[in-house]
Antibody, heavy 114, light 106 residues
């Protein structure tokens, strides 16, 4: 059974940093592009970052470029999202997902507030 | 803003009614996925590669489309189908999602 389990969310002050993790199981993690997608309260889905199978290529929308860094450890079947210089508008549930959308984690809440 | 237009934004359907949700892609020659999301839960892949049903999806659902226009259809609405549906242009970068359609039971 495929599982994606996120962790690391919480309440953080504006300007501070937070690192999310996603533990994958049930499939060959190193074979898949992975992504982070977020959803602000009562809003739609917003793509945050994508990473290639080896980790050599990463992609971001302008809204997070230069502040967020996606990475992976294929040996640990784990995906990460380092979030720096957080803003209130980054408040959302963050989902780890396979890029093709076939599997999603349960999500982790990040609240940026003073 | 990489959000694909979906219509309608919200709608209510009676049990047994036919429902169609549309999504407009930003380019042609793509595959369209559809995701179902119920309140408080993560999205679930519902339809992939434009017209293939994900595992466990009832066959009253169907997907179609080509070019830049795609649709999700429910042949006969059931109570359990009430949810928000998002299209997703698959699978290049940027990952692009639709604006969402909230489907309620009448």
């Amino acid at each position: 059974e495929v599982q994606l389990v996120e962790s690391g969310g919480g309440l953080v002050q504006p300007g501070r940093s937070l690192k999310l993790s996603c533990a994958a199981s049930g499939f060959t993690f190193s074979n898949y592009y992975m992504a982070w997608v977020r959803q602000a309260p009562k809003k739609g889905l917003e793509w945050v970052a994508t990473i290639s199978t080896s980790g050599s290529r990463t992609y971001y929308p302008d809204s997070v470029k230069g502040r967020f860094t996606i990475s992976r450890d294929n040996a640990k079947s784990s995906l990460y999202l380092q979030m720096n210089s957080l803003k209130s508008e980054d408040t959302a549930t963050y989902y780890c997902a396979r890029r093709d959308g076939s599997y999603w984690g349960q999500g982790v809440m990040v609240t940026v507030s003073s | 803003d990489n959000v694909l237009p979906q219509s309608p934004t919200t709608m209510a359907a009676s049990p047994g009614e036919k429902v169609t949700i549309t999504c407009h892609a930003s380019s042609s020659g793509i595959y369209m996925n559809w995701h179902q999301q119920k309140s408080g839960t993560s999205p679930k892949l519902w339809i992939y590669d434009t017209s293939k049903l994900a595992s466990g999806v009832p066959d009253r659902f169907s997907g179609s489309g080509s070019g830049t226009s795609y649709s999700l259809t429910i042949n006969t609405m059931e109570t359990e189908d009430a949810a928000t549906y998002y299209c997703q242009q698959c699978c290049s970068t940027p990952l692009t999602f639709g604006s969402g359609t909230k489907l309620e039971i009448k």
